[in-house]
């Protein structure tokens, strides 16, 4: 049985930081691509960044420059750093894994973790 569980929401002031962890379980982690999708109030679902197996790494325009992704394969663990966050960073963020990466590019299916929420206040 597959799971995620993300880690390492909360509440910070803008321009704070925040680190997000997903730990993995029940796959062969460094066979998977995996990614960070964010969902808003009201708004849809968006992607926010994806790291490859090999560890290649894209992102939203909106957090480039201010967002790291990064993967610990002997750890089954990805990671999102977070820099000089913004109120609209609010979301619960969540995460995505499959072997392919379009699928986890477009969100449009794999493996999905329960979400943990940011709050960026002003």
């Known amino acids: 049985q597959v799971q995620l569980v993300e880690s390492g929401g909360g509440v910070v002031q803008a321009g704070g930081s925040l680190r997000l962890s997903c730990t993995a379980s029940g796959l062969t982690f460094n066979n998977y691509a995996m990614a960070w999708h964010r969902e808003a109030p009201g708004k849809q679902r968006d992607l926010v960044a994806v790291i490859t197996s090999g560890a290649n790494a894209v992102y939203a325009d909106s957090v480039k420059g201010r967002f790291t992704i990064s993967r610990d394969n002997a750890k089954n663990t990805v990671y999102m750093q977070m820099n000089s966050l913004r109120p609209e960073d609010t979301a619960v963020y969540y995460c995505?894994?499959?072997?392919?990466?379009?699928?986890?590019?477009?969100?449009?299916?794999?493996?999905w973790g329960q979400g943990t929420q940011v709050t960026v206040s002003s």
């Open positions: 995505n894994a499959d072997q392919r990466f379009r699928v986890v590019y477009e969100g449009v299916g794999g493996y």
